[in-house]
């Protein structure tokens, strides 16, 4: 798959995958900072047998954490789990409304990645790299397949929890793909993008000629140099100036039902997740390609007790309110789900019992997909006994990565683009697809 600059087309249009697409749009959520999955999904019963004593040595023993020092204590789940659904997936009692769509699961209990520190395993999660410069997953889906919305951006990135990532607008940037493909941020308060909006005695005739007039400057330079950075400026110009019709109708969620307000926990004129998850869906029903939720304050070293139950609050209505809304809809079949963070926590404590919490870990954490081709009610994987390996069907990020491309209709070993005399692709050099999580 190339993108279509480089073969004369206009940057997004549409390009047929290397095989059937089981899905055809993804919306992906990143919850900042790193949820703890022995919370969450993973009952682990020897956490509770061993609570308080020191952790056996050979988990320790050459092992780098970013807090903890000396030996730390084994540290059990405050949280009671139960099973749900016919699958019967454990979920904690923090997630009680995801627990009813607990069918439409795949939970990969087994995912592993290489960065223990916040940005760089954000970069790592979104880019495949732990340095800033590569393009992420979502412009990488854009440059392979184009995008079918004719006046929105094929990659949208919605940011909430009150800060931006640690890795900045580098997780969703194209790197060195072609600028077309970068997400574009869309704000809660103000214009819903930058400069959206006219100045003050300019009207939509007067841009209409001014980007006439830019564009065919930008052709006489298209022809003398044939820089397809060209192509994607005038691109650029008349998607924004579509998208000063569509953003604000798209943002308007006071045209939804109370019914479908009420279900999302959404607020039309607020910001919160809630919002962020129902703008996903009607960007989906508008055919945008690529959708990437940001949810911060997820790091909790030391406020367990108190900032993991508000977290889970934030997201968990919503989430499971997006995957209802979806599947009547008829939406969620042609729709990836996938919630992820950077890395995990640690089955030991940090910090004292007043104001426990636990550690960055990234040796074993969760993420679970749903829809487009996924099979629900499925859970991949597996973890020791205190939820610290994988013992059964490791999934590495480029495995996910892979798996997420092949549900597209990708095949991850041909995406590539070349760079300094190298062919470059999001898996690297590596990446299996997950067979065991599809439909």
């Not at 039902?257 to 960007?283: H, I």
Request: hydrophobic share 35%; net charge negative.
């Amino acid at each position: 798959v190339r993108g279509a600059e480089l073969e004369g087309e206009q940057p997004l249009s549409v390009r047929e995958p290397h095989f059937p697409a089981r899905a055809k749009h993804v919306i992906f959520v990143h919850l900042v900072g790193g949820p703890s999955h022995l919370d969450l999904f993973e009952p682990k019963p020897a956490l509770a047998k061993y609570d308080g004593k020191d952790v056996p040595a050979e988990y320790i023993e050459g092992q780098r954490f970013a807090f903890i020092r000396g030996v730390p204590k084994v540290f059990a789940s405050p949280y009671k789990f139960q099973q749900h659904g016919e699958s019967g997936l454990h979920f904690s009692e923090l997630l009680p409304h995801l627990a009813t769509v607990a069918d439409e699961l795949a939970v990969a209990k087994s995912v592993h990645t290489e960065l223990i520190n916040h940005a760089p395993a954000q970069l790592f999660m979104q880019t495949g790299f732990g340095r800033f410069g590569r393009p992420c997953v979502g412009s990488w889906t854009t440059y392979g397949l184009g995008s079918p919305s004719e006046d929105l951006p094929g990659f949208v990135v919605l940011v909430s929890g009150g800060s931006v990532p640690g890795g900045g607008s580098s997780l969703w940037g194209s790197g060195f793909l072609p600028t077309v493909h970068q997400g574009v941020e869309f704000r809660t308060s103000g214009d819903p993008v930058l400069f959206l909006s006219n100045p003050r005695g300019v009207d939509r005739e007067d841009r209409r000629r001014m980007i006439d007039s830019i564009n065919h400057l930008n052709e006489i330079q298209m022809q003398e140099i044939g820089d397809p950075e060209i192509v994607t400026r005038m691109a650029q110009y008349e998607m924004a100036f579509k998208m000063q019709a569509s953003v604000p109708e798209l943002s308007d969620l006071s045209q939804e039902s109370a019914a479908t307000l009420k279900d999302y926990g959404a607020k039309p004129g607020g910001a919160s997740f809630a919002n962020n998850c129902l703008l996903a869906r009607r960007l989906i029903e508008r055919d945008v390609r690529f959708v990437q939720l940001y949810d911060a304050d997820w790091d909790h070293h030391g406020s367990l007790a108190s900032g993991l139950p508000r977290k889970c609050k934030d997201v968990d209505q919503p989430l499971a309110a997006l995957i209802r809304d979806l599947k009547q809809r008829g939406l969620l079949d042609e729709t990836l789900v996938v919630w992820s963070s950077e890395f995990g926590r640690t089955p030991m404590a940090q910090g004292d019992r007043k104001s426990i919490g636990r550690d960055h870990h990234k040796d074993a954490f969760c993420v679970w997909m749903a829809g487009g081709g996924v099979k629900g009610g499925t859970s991949y994987g597996a973890t020791d006994e205190l939820g610290y390996y994988p013992t059964e069907d490791p999934m590495s990020v480029h495995d996910l990565h892979a798996t997420i491309l092949h549900l597209l209709g990708i095949n991850h070993k041909q995406l590539t683009y070349k760079l300094q005399g190298r062919e470059f692709r999001l898996t690297d050099v590596a990446g299996e697809v997950a067979e065991k999580m599809l439909a």
